[in-house]
C-alpha cells in the first residue's frame, strides 16, 4: 500500500498525487493507492494518517511524502516502524513556516485558514530528532527554491538518496523517479 501525503497547502489533486496515482493504475496497482486530504492542523493531519492505516490494516504501508508531507511521513515511519519516500522534505516547519503565519489559502480550493502559532507549536511536537536511515528513500532536487535539499541530504544520513542536479520545490523529475519508488516499496 502506498499513501502519498501531499504538501503544505496542497491536496490530493496534486500534480505528483496524481501521477503517482496514474502510474500505479496502468500497472493494476491502483487498489493499493491512498491519498488522503490532510487537514491544515498538524495534529489532525496526523490522525487522518493514522486512521488510514487502521483502516488498511494487514496492507504493508509505505508513504510517499512531499515537502510537510515529508515531515508526516518522517513522525508516522518512526512511530509505526514503517517504510518513506520523502520527496524535497521539511526537515522543521515549526521554524522555516514561521515566515507564513496569517492567512493561507489552499492551492486547489476556496479554503483559507489562519496560521497561526499553535500550528507551529503542533509541528515542533512531532519533531522526530532520531530517525532509523534504512527506513527512507530520500529524494531531492538541488534546484529547490524553498528548502535547501542540504539540509535533508544530513538529516537523512545513511538513508538511500537520489540527488538530482537542477529541479525546483515540485520536483519536476518526479516522472522518472516512479520505478524506483515502487522498487522500494516492494511493488515493481
Known amino acids: 500500500m502506498i499513501f502519498y501525503l ?8 496534486s500534480r505528483k498525487a496524481q501521477q503517482l496515482k496514474e502510474y500505479l493504475e496502468e500497472r493494476g496497482l491502483g487498489g493499493r493507492f491512498a491519498c488522503p486530504s490532510l487537514p491544515h ?20 504501508a509505505t508513504h510517499v511524502g512531499s515537502s510537510l508531507g515529508g515531515y508526516y511521513a ?3 515511519t518512526e512511530r509505526h516502524g514503517l517504510r518513506a519516500v520523502l520527496i ?6 515549526h521554524v522555516g513556516l514561521r515566515a507564513c503565519l496569517g492567512q ?11 496560521l497561526t502559532g499553535e500550528h507551529l ?10 530517525i532509523h536511515p534504512e527506513r527512507y528513500l530520500l529524494l531531492v532536487e ?25 529541479g525546483d520545490h515540485s520536483f519536476s523529475s518526479f516522472p ?12 515493481s
Open 6 to 13: 501531499h504538501g503544505f497547502n496542497s491536496s490530493p489533486q
Open 41 to 60: 492542523w498538524p495534529d489532525d493531519a496526523i490522525r487522518v494518517v493514522e486512521h488510514e492505516l487502521r483502516h488498511r490494516r494487514g496492507d504493508t
Open 74 to 76: 518522517t513522525y508516522v
Open 88 to 93: 524535497n522534505p521539511a526537515i522543521d516547519p
Open 104 to 114: 493561507q489559502h489552499k492551492y486547489y480550493s476556496d479554503e483559507t485558514y489562519e
Open 121 to 130: 507549536r503542533q509541528w515542533e511536537r512531532q519533531f522526530v530528532p532520531h
Open 142 to 166: 538541488t534546484g529547490d527554491e524553498l528548502l535547501d535539499y542540504r539540509v535533508a541530504v544530513k538529516r537523512y544520513r545513511g538513508a538511500q538518496q537520489v540527488v538530482v542536479q537542477g
Open 176 to 187: 522518472e523517479q516512479l520505478p524506483h519508488i515502487l522498487g522500494f516499496a516492494g511493488m
